[in-house]
């Protein structure tokens, strides 16, 4: 009889301790959730749906919604259908948006640091590239951001710059020589272009494929994802995938949203960034891979791939950019990212 009381007491204290314990993970959530803050996210971005830069915002979006239970909704622009590329910077600033996923060389203004990863031929691989943005020197460059009223998240990779054109097959630097071609980098590709004798032109991506449609422009230069994915090899003859420089973004926010965070709330949206990293980085070789087949497989564009004899030839036409950018932009970070 006194084991059968004994076990009923025992019973019946880890009945309310597994209560009390339900009601304390009630409580914590609760309180979580009583810390997030209501808010209305906008992200706007140039590509189109199929990118790896989509895909990254989508998941970033689907994590942050789904940790708040719909207290915090993401509303993702994608094709420049909020701003576009010419004017989402203001717009940041504004906070009329609270996300904007540029390429680097829109930060060049800024700081020339941000011409880096459009000088030719510097990153060995994407691997290279992402571990430089991920280490001391990366972080340190996006941190000085906060000084212009931005924040740099993460980097968002897009793949390796492939040239195209209507005229002909480029694979010298003088096939270059009398083209005009929109660029998407800053002084640094500029320079490159004028090197080879080319034009260049600033249009926004969204007013591109119209742009060369109608002829304004001989050509343009873009991650072979984005090429496939805005279907440019319908108004373009020639690729050449050059290696000479890459497409990768840059996740910005601005400091007055991001400093109206309270501490749960940031941590939730800087999860969801970092969730949207790692599903870009996934998707970015993949979606370039199958994109270079796609174009093949459609048959519209011819594709040249440069030997890496090629690419010395216009590595040593290059030599005056290098001799003039490595200084402005930093010994010590071109050592880093050669290490």
């Avoid at 994802?225 to 000479?244: C, F, I, P, R, W």
Wanted: with cysteine; hydrophobic share 35%.
């Amino acid at each position: 009889m006194k084991k059968l009381i004994l076990l009923i007491m025992v019973s019946a204290l880890m009945l309310v301790s597994a209560c009390s314990s339900n009601s304390n993970d009630d409580n914590q959530t609760s309180t979580k959730d009583n810390n997030i803050q209501e808010l209305e996210i906008k992200v706007s971005y140039e590509n189109a749906e199929n990118t790896p830069k989509h895909k990254g915002a989508v998941k970033m979006k689907e994590y942050i919604e789904a940790e708040t239970n719909g207290k915090i909704k993401v509303h993702l622009y994608p094709n420049g259908t909020l701003f576009g590329d010419n004017e989402e910077m203001d717009n940041l600033y504004a906070n009329n948006v609270q996300f904007i996923i540029p390429s680097l060389t829109e930060l060049a203004g800024l700081d020339p640091v941000y011409n880096l990863h459009t000088l030719p031929f510097i990153y060995e691989s994407e691997e290279s590239a992402l571990q430089f943005w991920d280490g001391e020197k990366g972080k340190s460059i996006l941190n000085g951001l906060e000084e212009h009223g931005l924040v740099g998240m993460s980097i968002w990779p897009n793949g390796e710059v492939a040239i195209t054109n209507n005229t002909r097959p480029i694979v010298t630097p003088e096939d270059m020589k009398g083209l005009i071609f929109r660029i998407i980098g800053g002084q640094l590709t500029e320079s490159m272009y004028q090197q080879f004798g080319a034009g260049t032109e600033r249009i926004p991506f969204a007013e591109l494929y119209t742009s060369l449609e109608q002829g304004a422009l001989d050509g343009q230069e873009n991650a072979i994802s984005n090429v496939n994915a805005s279907k440019l090899d319908e108004v373009q003859k020639y690729m050449t995938v050059t290696g000479q420089g890459r497409v990768d973004y840059v996740v910005l926010t601005n400091t007055k949203f991001y400093s109206s965070l309270n501490e749960t709330t940031k941590k939730i949206i800087e999860e969801g960034v970092k969730r949207g990293t790692e599903e870009s980085r996934i998707n970015a070789k993949q979606l370039n891979d199958q994109a270079l087949q796609d174009l093949k497989d459609r048959g519209e564009i011819e594709i040249t791939t440069l030997t890496p004899e090629q690419r010395k030839v216009f590595r040593e036409e290059l030599q005056p950019i290098y001799d003039e950018w490595i200084p402005i932009i930093g010994e010590d970070i071109i050592n880093e990212l050669l290490k």
